[in-house]
């Protein structure tokens, strides 16, 4: 019998600690497969920061380090230009990432260190307990804004992949979500594109996943999809925001 689809090998088979709904396993599934069929797992390793993600090791078969919290891109800079050869990337929360690790992904981006960044944005600090993000929407409640985001006490949430898509050392940024067949092949796409550019060394790549939350999001995984298709992707517009083969193109 042939077989039509199995486990990715970059991929182990352990039971996963993620709650019912969330995206984290899609999206695990979709890095691991852009790995692979680039030929990329045996020099391959993964940057795991707090959050999460933090137990990375558990589901992917190939090398993983865990970094301070917000620290990973400081962290795959560091192995990345010690290790060239290798193929880094970080896969981080909006927390971790957008908050405490703002500085970090920022002057990486700006360096155009030649890296991978998987950004998971849920809209919410999903490991600690569901509190307000950099990511959290105008309106959207959470444990510390139980009546809210407010703009003018909290702050505008931080569209990332614009603002890394505006840096000149960036070769690519983009915004995906899981949300539908059509969609994750479209993220897979993306994923795979900036794995493709950090081999052929053309700098920064960027890939936001907006993800669901239904446990801290109080939604079942059906509406928490839904949340993301109708509301979240109208405040986070899924597209491609810097890409400079494109420009090159042009």
């Known amino acids: 019998m042939k077989v039509v689809f199995e486990r990715p090998e970059s991929l182990l088979g352990n039971k996963t600690i993620y709650c019912p709904g969330c995206n984290h396993g899609i999206i695990h599934r979709l890095v691991a497969e852009a790995i692979d069929e680039l030929g990329l797992r045996e020099s391959t390793v993964g940057v795991a920061p707090v959050g999460c993600a933090v137990l990375l090791y558990d589901y992917f078969n190939f090398d993983i380090v865990e970094a301070p919290h917000g620290r990973a891109p400081a962290m795959a800079t560091a192995m990345k230009r010690v290790r060239p050869n290798l193929t880094i990337f970080t896969y981080q929360g ?19 260190d030649s890296l991978t960044v998987v950004f998971v944005n849920n809209a919410n600090y999903g490991m600690t307990g569901g509190q307000m993000a950099p990511t959290t929407l105008p309106g959207q409640k959470t444990t510390t804004t139980p009546m809210g985001r407010v703009e003018k006490q909290h702050g505008f949430p931080f569209r990332m992949a614009e603002i890394i898509g505006g840096l000149p050392a960036v070769a ?79």
Not at 94 to 112: F, Q
Not at 189 to 197: Q, S, T
């Open 172 to 250: 690519y940024s983009s915004r995906v979500s899981v949300t539908n067949p059509k969609n994750i092949m479209k993220a897979k796409k993306a994923i795979k594109k900036a794995f493709e550019n950090q081999v052929n060394d053309k700098g920064f790549s960027f890939v936001e996943v907006l993800s669901t939350c239904p446990t801290n999001w109080g939604m079942s995984p059906v509406d928490a999809i839904k949340w993301i298709d109708d509301v979240m992707s109208v405040y986070y517009p899924l597209g491609v925001f810097k890409d400079i083969d494109e420009e090159v193109q042009k």
């Open 94 to 112: 909006d927390g971790d990432l957008a908050s405490i690790g703002m500085a970090e992904i920022m002057h990486a981006a700006n360096r155009g």
